[in-house]
């Protein structure tokens, strides 16, 4: 167009030629124009490189395009042209889509990148931006993201807090709230977050693109780069759901765990399955699932229905059983063989796990009822299929409560323990409710050898001690579960192994008074 002479065919230094040189001359909003659409491919392409090299014509673009009228260029062409093609968006709306989903793309990269502080500040002056409501809310949460990096979590929930008012339908803000609040220990907030976000998802308008647009450029297109969506992924709804659940739970609202779960287990069930499958597998397994429903319902005194889930789980798996499972140190099970032999392992154990927390749940239903022989019979069948667990070369000590245990086999490690621990505690009251004094005090010990930590377990040993004449024993016993410090369980554990679940309760205070009573006060 301007008689200049072929140059090299590499689009970068193509366009910076193209633009300086049409710049004082009537064709240079125009090929600016078309500039336009070469940045948008480089968006949507993610160069975000190239498009960082670019800043500067970029932002010189913004200048000279943001106040100019496409329509006022087709309206002088119409005088001259009588079949004028339509226009396909206006070019000031492009520049302003380009310009902030820039910011956005921009800001994720620099926040992956560590690089909070800048990219804070660029998407703060983003967030003025004319633009759909969908993206300027995409400045804000980005904007929490950054400053929940830097540990300033007040303000990142003030940020998601500004994104869901700008647009209700960014979920993304209500789940990095969520994390927030979980990092701040707060889990009544956290709960209702986790409601909220659970109700949101269930709308039909989210499941939709919110960043839909009649444009032919729509902002979805050109926001897809890993970072990004990497910010604004989300967990299912059934994900939530189940999370919910388990909060309510370990967190003192255990009638409301107890809805949430069988919520969950009929949308499992249900006859509509359109796009459960797919969400299946960021859920526990099928009787892991029934496990903690059932520990939920007993906590709520349902022992029966709690009965009915635990049979479900017996009935699903008990033929299926191995004759033993197996748990091995990390360095030999790395040399166990393939993913798949590993994962086969891991099943037939997960399987023998099952059907024991099954049976302890049992157990725990019949104390419920007072049926005190039957408890005790299903606490031996819980204890006969623990045993059939091989530790192979593993020092079996006392996991630490709240330790992050990412491999399955630490966590096997800790459910196993964990079971042990509850099960001969659940026998050993069930066997002084039958005055069998000498085979509850075994139990006792042995639970207090695998679960030091176990209040329930600490305060029976010393009250069949006390049975038994030995009250200074009692006293000491007692005097230690009473120092024991407060310890809380990794999410990691099922809900049925926090021992949560009481059976006949101790009161300490007249315990002291029995101490003070014999003088036996140290």
């Known amino acids: 167009m301007t008689g200049c002479d072929p140059i090299a065919s590499d689009s970068p230094l193509l366009?910076?030629?193209?633009?300086?040189?049409?710049?004082?001359?009537?064709?240079?909003?125009?090929?600016?124009?078309?500039?336009?659409?070469?940045?948008?491919?480089?968006?949507?392409?993610?160069?975000?490189?190239?498009?960082?090299?670019?800043?500067?014509?970029?932002?010189?673009?913004?200048?000279?395009?943001?106040?100019?009228?496409?329509?006022?260029?087709?309206?002088?062409?119409?005088?001259?042209?009588?079949?004028?093609?339509?226009?396909?968006?206006?070019?000031?709306?492009?520049?302003?889509?380009?310009?902030?989903?820039?910011?956005?793309?921009?800001?994720?990269?620099?926040?992956?990148?560590?690089?909070?502080?800048?990219?804070?500040?660029?998407?703060?002056?983003?967030?003025?931006?004319?633009?759909?409501?969908?993206l300027v809310a995409y400045t804000h949460l980005l904007s929490g993201s950054c400053l929940a990096h830097m540990s300033r979590s007040q303000m990142a929930l003030q940020c998601y807090r500004k994104a869901l008012e700008t647009d209700s339908r960014c979920v993304s803000a209500l789940y990095q709230s969520i994390l927030v609040y979980r990092k701040l220990g707060n889990a009544q907030a956290e709960i209702q977050a986790l409601r909220i976000m659970h109700s949101t998802l269930l709308l039909p308008s989210t499941t939709e693109p919110a960043l839909a647009s009649p444009h032919f450029l729509s902002p979805s297109l050109l926001l897809c780069s890993q970072s990004l969506r990497n910010l604004l992924s989300v967990p299912s709804a059934l994900s939530v759901l189940h999370k919910l659940a388990l909060k309510c739970v370990l967190h003192g609202r255990a009638s409301e765990g107890v809805e949430h779960y069988l919520d969950l287990l009929a949308a499992l069930h249900s006859?509509?399955?359109?796009?459960?499958?797919?969400?299946?597998?960021?859920?526990?397994?099928?009787?892991?699932?029934?496990?903690?429903?059932?520990?939920?319902?007993?906590?709520?005194?349902?022992?029966?229905?709690?009965?009915?889930?635990?049979?479900?789980?017996?009935?699903?798996?008990?033929?299926?059983?191995?004759?033993?499972?197996?748990l091995v140190e990390p360095e030999e099970r790395s040399l166990a063989g393939t993913k798949d032999v590993k994962e086969e392992g891991d099943d037939k154990l997960a399987m023998l796990l099952w059907v024991a927390a099954a049976y302890f749940l049992q157990g725990q239903s019949h104390s419920h009822h007072k049926d005190w022989k039957q408890g005790v019979t299903d606490y031996t069948r819980c204890f006969n299929l623990l045993m059939k667990v091989n530790l192979k070369n593993i020092d079996l000590q006392p996991q630490i409560p709240g330790t992050e245990m990412d491999d399955n086999q630490a966590v096997y490690i800790c459910i196993l323990?964990?079971?042990?621990?509850?099960?001969?505690?659940?026998?050993?009251?069930?066997?002084?409710?039958?005055?069998?004094?000498?085979?509850?005090?075994?139990?006792?010990?042995?639970?207090?050898?695998?679960?030091?930590?176990?209040?329930?377990?600490?305060?029976?040993?010393?009250?069949?001690?006390?049975?038994?004449?030995?009250?200074?024993?009692?006293?000491?016993?007692?005097?230690?579960?009473?120092?024991?410090?407060?310890?809380?369980?990794?999410?990691?554990?099922?809900?049925?192994?926090?021992?949560?679940?009481?059976?006949?309760?101790?009161?300490?205070?007249?315990?002291?008074?029995?101490i003070h009573e014999h003088g036996l006060i140290q």
């Not at 429903?293 to 699903?316: F, H, K, P, W, Y």
């Not at 049975?467 to 310890?487: F, M, S, V, Y």
């Not at 554990?493 to 315990?511: K, N, Q, R």
């Open 271 to 326: 006859e509509d399955r359109n796009g459960v499958h797919a969400e299946l597998s960021t859920l526990p397994r099928l009787p892991q699932l029934y496990l903690e429903a059932g520990a939920a319902l007993l906590m709520t005194q349902r022992s029966a229905d709690c009965m009915v889930l635990c049979n479900e789980v017996i009935d699903m798996t008990l033929e299926l059983l191995p004759e033993k499972g197996v």
């Open 15 to 134: 366009w910076r030629t193209a633009v300086k040189t049409v710049e004082n001359t009537a064709l240079h909003c125009f090929v600016l124009y078309v500039f336009t659409l070469q940045w948008a491919v480089w968006l949507a392409t993610c160069q975000m490189k190239t498009i960082q090299e670019f800043q500067e014509e970029i932002s010189s673009s913004f200048k000279a395009l943001s106040g100019r009228d496409g329509n006022s260029h087709r309206d002088e062409a119409k005088e001259k042209l009588i079949n004028t093609p339509r226009l396909v968006m206006d070019p000031r709306r492009l520049v302003e889509l380009l310009q902030i989903s820039t910011a956005i793309a921009q800001g994720a990269e620099k926040l992956n990148e560590g690089w909070c502080s800048e990219a804070l500040t660029d998407l703060q002056a983003a967030s003025s931006l004319p633009a759909p409501r969908a």
């Open 417 to 514: 323990q964990r079971l042990k621990g509850l099960l001969l505690a659940g026998r050993g009251i069930s066997f002084t409710q039958m005055d069998r004094l000498r085979e509850a005090l075994r139990d006792l010990q042995l639970s207090l050898q695998v679960l030091p930590e176990h209040v329930g377990a600490g305060l029976w040993c010393g009250e069949v001690l006390w049975r038994l004449g030995r009250k200074r024993e009692a006293a000491a016993c007692w005097e230690k579960t009473w120092n024991l410090p407060t310890q809380s369980l990794t999410e990691s554990l099922p809900v049925y192994v926090h021992g949560l679940l009481s059976g006949p309760l101790l009161d300490s205070t007249e315990l002291r008074l029995r």
